[in-house]
């Protein structure tokens, strides 16, 4: 038979108070019967108790560890991703380094055009003034 989903929920925190008050003892995990658990629970070497802690704990250990799968994939996508952008950053430098070199150049070249344009200009008028004398 079905129980009410309220009396489900008054079981579920009558075993939790219970469970409470026993300072959460887990010796219901070994056994049902916590006098005889005590006894089994001494004569349990230390080992096997902390395996079973651990197998109790071991969805959460479960889940942590795929967390940490899960963000140990991430930051190997952000790493590839920083070298990729490292890439381009270095490629991006060279083209500014050859671009400056080519401004030099070029206004290297506009200056001595510029120059060439002012003596042309001046002997054009050294020319003319003698040409109208």
Known sequence: ??????RRAVARR???????QTG???SFLFNYEPDKAEKELADVDSESLLYAVRDVLGSQERAMQSKVAGLESQLGHAKDREATFQGKIEG???ELEQAQRRESVLGRSLTKAMERERDLAGRWEGAREEYDN
Do not use: H, N, Y
């Open 92 to 94: 991006l430098q060279t």
């Open 24 to 26: 959460f003892d887990l």
């Open 14 to 20: 009558s075993w939790f108070e219970e469970w409470k």
């Open 1 to 6: 038979p079905l129980l009410s989903r309220r």
